[in-house]
């Protein structure tokens, strides 16, 4: 495989700068609104979101756990600790705060489910599924032809043809 062409910068499209699956402030809500429903660890935060959006995205640490301690030092939630781990829970401050930010929190909760639909069985996330599924076989086929630099080239080429076209088709 050529340098600058593995499947972390092929991910850091969708996870990286400029991927914003969040209006500001809005990963806020949404964090809240997980730790709504049961105490998690931060780890467990950034799985269920992955999980919600068929694995195309994930938060990384460096957006939830400062906004964790922001949410912590605003006592909107609590923390314990068991076996060594943080714990999160929701604070009765931060469910007053997400009744009156209602609006603004389903806000956030249309805006992704618009962007990756109802969940598992939605239409959104079934297709962003298939399309995991589609990159993991790319990128299969890229390890094994890695010892033959043309092949490799080949392969590069028709995934930049294929990029351009998608670029062409999210453009319409």
């Given amino acids: 495989m050529s340098p600058g062409f593995g499947p972390e910068k092929f991910m850091r499209h969708m996870h990286g700068p400029g991927a914003r699956f969040f ?6 809500f949404a964090i809240l609104e997980l730790l709504k429903d049961k ?3 931060g780890y467990d935060i950034i ?10 995205y994930s938060p990384s640490p460096g957006a939830v756990y400062p906004t964790l301690q922001a949410l912590e030092d605003q006592d909107l939630v609590s923390s314990t600790t068991e076996e060594g781990k943080k714990v999160y829970s929701v604070t009765e ?8 930010h209602k609006e603004q929190a389903k806000s956030h909760r249309d805006r992704w489910a618009a962007q990756w639909g109802p969940g598992p069985h939605g239409e959104g996330w079934s297709a962003m599924s298939e399309m995991k599924e589609t990159f993991a076989d790319v990128m299969r086929a ?12 080949e392969i ?11 670029g062409e088709i999210a453009r319409r």
């Fill in 23 to 28: 209006e500001r402030g809005g990963i806020k």
């Fill in 39 to 41: 105490p998690r660890h």
């Fill in 47 to 56: 799985r269920d979101m992955e999980e919600r959006s068929g694995g195309f």
């Fill in 93 to 100: 401050a931060g469910l007053a705060y997400l009744e009156v």
């Fill in 142 to 153: 890229v390890r094994r032809s890695a010892g033959d630099p043309s092949k490799v080239k």
């Fill in 156 to 166: 590069r080429d028709v995934l930049r043809d294929a990029a351009k076209q998608v």
